[in-house]
């Protein structure tokens, strides 16, 4: 019969050293990533390079096509030291206007997707690589974080960002930005086209809402979302339900329909003055306008 217990303590030294080979791989992988990156930073010697100040206050600069970029590198530098000492993940990089260093620049949290399988030093060769073709990542769909620092840094005026910024706009949700109006097109159901303003316009916290239909006048719901709806500057939310509407208002078994754009009592009622099925609903009661009381109610709570 098998003594169990002697066989577990004979393959302890296999065990252990099988334990300290992995660790060595893990650090002789970090090494190669080590030289990836260094690869990257000898073929782009005007774009990617240690800044002037030293640590703990160190950057790695890199110059992309839309922005200028700092990664502070002393959480990093931890990091490598001692993994164990924070979270691991990558810090906000710094986003600067083209041509100078803002003092009060942007944040972006660069979405390191699928990483978790290769060294840290073969992310931080991506994450630089990105940002030297900052055009393809901006048109990345998961980097949200990074277009708003952009978009923050520039406004909504012809920029650096113009060209990248209307080319996801009409990629991701079939929209047209017009930067010298400020607004943004999309075209919904029933012969509406919506248009979300006010970009350029500072008093406007979030969007204006107007529309017209087969190009007839422009027609003004709300001037500001901010004051009508939680979602009001959201656009993952607003472009695709505009593109249903006005069908959506009809039709509340819609995955779409919801208690935020779709019950908005200026948005309906603006709406209802120029679309005869919207308010001849409103009118036999299949459509229910909240009070001004409690949309406030309502927006408070969010």
């Not at 930073?41 to 703990?56: A, K, Q, S, T």
């Not at 979300?196 to 979030?206: A, E, Y």
Request: with cysteine.
């Amino acid at each position: 019969m098998t003594n169990q217990t002697t066989e577990i303590k004979n393959g302890r030294s296999q065990r252990t050293q099988k334990f300290l080979d992995i660790i060595e791989q893990t650090q002789m992988t970090n090494m190669v990533g080590i030289d990836f990156l260094k690869g990257i930073i000898e073929d782009n010697p005007e774009r990617v390079f240690h800044g002037e100040n030293e640590r703990p206050e160190s950057n790695l600069i890199v110059y992309g096509s839309l922005a200028n970029y700092c990664i502070p590198l002393e959480p990093i530098i931890q990091a490598f030291a001692n993994p164990f000492s924070n979270r691991g993940q990558f810090p906000m990089i710094e986003v600067h206007p083209l041509g100078k260093w803002a003092r009060n620049h942007r944040p972006a949290c660069i979405q390191t997707n699928g990483h978790a399988e290769i060294p840290g030093t073969d992310s931080l060769g991506i994450l630089v690589a990105a940002l030297i073709a900052d055009h393809e990542l901006f048109q990345d769909p998961s980097q949200d974080s990074f277009r708003h620092a952009l978009l923050s840094t520039y406004g909504g005026v012809h920029s650096p960002v113009s060209e990248s910024y209307s080319s996801f706009l009409e990629k991701q949700y079939g929209a047209k930005i017009d930067f010298d109006a400020g607004a943004i097109s999309i075209e919904g159901t029933h012969g509406f086209t919506w248009y979300l303003g006010g970009i350029k316009d500072p008093t406007v916290r979030s969007y204006s809402l107007s529309s017209n239909v087969r190009g007839g006048p422009h027609r003004k719901h709300t001037d500001d979302t901010y004051f009508c709806m939680n979602a009001c500057k959201d656009l993952n939310y607003l472009l695709p339900r505009l593109r249903k509407l006005p069908r959506t208002f009809l039709n509340k078994d819609e995955d779409d329909y919801d208690s935020n754009l779709c019950t908005s009592a200026e948005i309906l009622s603006s709406v209802a003055e120029h679309w005869a099925p919207l308010r001849k609903a409103i009118e036999s009661g299949d459509i229910e306008l909240k009070s001004p009381e409690e949309i406030n109610e309502a927006i408070e709570g969010w």
